[in-house]
């Protein structure tokens, strides 16, 4: 599991150090904002829920997924009394965190799962170091710490991954059904109110529309490939 967090981590070093160099234009991230919206959508419909489904636990669900909003909207709240680059990354490195233990969450329920959740991630990493390294660097910080502190977020997800997978390693029915609600509704949180929030801060065109179906297409095809 450890080595497949590395790609995500490989991916926020290598965004954050290319927007280090050339601040990414409103069109890009949005382009980019949607395809990760398909995927982590992709991710959660074809994934977590069949898995939540599966146990057959209704108080689980409830409980998880109460759970879930609870923590998201607290990150929300953090989110809106965050001022400043340290304020950002602070909010930035939480949201990371909790993307890791979606992560382990999903080696949890199988490898297949948590692969896929992992390539969906990768997306979403992508784009919160591209957001943290453009911020950074509006802010006059210099090309070297950007890139460190890229870095320094990026690795609180494996981090995340290695604490989900100790707490949930060899859980089952109503425990494991838990924390599967809790992850199913934080990836839908992700999707509808950050990334396509942010990306409708700008028009929406055909382009950028069907990018997001593209992201969901490409999650569900290589599932398809790994059957």
Known sequence: MLAYTLIPVAAATVGGGIAAWRTPGPKLKSVVQHFAAGVVFAAAAGELLPDLVHEKSLPATIIGGAFGVAVMLAVKQLVKKASGSISLIATVGVDVLIDGLIIGIGFAAGAKEGILLTIA????ILFLSLSV??????????RTRVMITTLGIALLLPLGAVIGSALLGGLSGFSLATFLAFGLVALLYLVTEELLVEAHEIPDTPLTVAIFFVGFLVLIVIEEMLQ
């Open 121 to 124: 991630l990768t997306i979403e």
């Open 133 to 142: 390294s453009t911020t950074l660097s509006q802010a006059n910080a210099s």
